[in-house]
T-cell receptor, first 111, second 111 residues
Framework: EADIYQTPRYLVIGTGKKITLECSQTMGHDKMYWYQQDPGMELHLIHYSYGVNSTEKGDLSSESTVSRIRTEHFPLTLESARPSHTSQYLC??????????FGSGTRLTVV | GEDVEQSLFLSVREGDSSVINCTYTDSSSTYLYWYKQEPGAGLQLLTYIFSNMDMKQDQRLTVLLNKKDKHLSLRIADTQTGDSAIYFCAETNNQGGKLIFGQGTELSVKP
């Protein structure tokens, strides 16, 4: 049973549109993460947060932005989508060192 | 910086054992994890091991850790077609809790 939810599951959108990918968790975890995963499988950390009002950029430069106004919510926004943003986006949360819990992902296609 | 390496592909026959290998560079790694990703889904935590352990067994899964060689392996006994997936190795050094992921190993199980 998933305790971390991502919506939408699939999204096809035109170039230049603004989009927000939603991620919510019900576990009360302070730490949350966004990963971008290309068809080549490798995961790239693009944003993370260690608590409310705390956000950091990850290892891979991304044109997206994030916010953390509530513990349970960590949305990712693309102001102007481009075809190069086509990818799978995975959200995760964690507590201490018990590993991450991942959402099911959002598969984004920009046409 | 820290790095985690895995071979990209492994193919086995149903009923055989599978062994997926992983090497890492961070000598201060404290927790090591194995995740499974089925097509179109997020990552599912399979198991984890503390760095002061050599082995952990959980039903068909056996994790072996050679801390001296910085080598981690996941053995799946009696591999089934449902085990076909991508398997990610990950580690953390307890500094902020960020996980470093390998590139993923695609396991293909043939009937």
């Amino acid at each position: 049973e998933a305790d971390i939810y991502q919506t939408p599951r699939y999204l096809v959108i035109g170039t230049g549109k603004k989009i927000t990918l939603e991620c919510s968790q019900t576990m009360g975890h302070d730490k949350m993460y966004w990963y971008q995963q290309d068809p080549g499988m490798e995961l790239h950390l693009i944003h993370y947060s260690y608590g409310v009002n705390s956000t950091e950029k990850g290892d891979l430069s991304s044109e997206s932005t994030v916010s953390r106004i509530r513990t349970e919510h960590f949305p990712l926004t693309l102001e102007s989508a481009r075809p190069s943003h086509t990818s799978q986006y995975l959200c995760a949360s964690s507590e201490r060192n018990y590993g991450y819990t991942f959402g099911s992902g959002t598969r984004l296609t920009v046409v | 910086g820290e790095d985690v390496e895995q071979s990209l592909f492994l193919s086995v026959r149903e009923g055989d054992s599978s062994v997926i290998n992983c090497t890492y560079t961070d000598s201060s790694s404290t927790y090591l994890y194995w995740y499974k990703q089925e097509p179109g889904a997020g990552l599912q935590l399979l198991t984890y091991i503390f760095s002061n352990m050599d082995m952990k067994q959980d039903q068909r899964l056996t994790v072996l850790l050679n801390k001296k060689d910085k080598h981690l392996s996941l053995r799946i006994a009696d591999t089934q077609t449902g085990d076909s997936a991508i398997y990610f190795c990950a580690e953390t050094n307890n500094q902020g809790g960020k996980l470093i992921f390998g590139q993923g190993t695609e396991l293909s199980v043939k009937p």
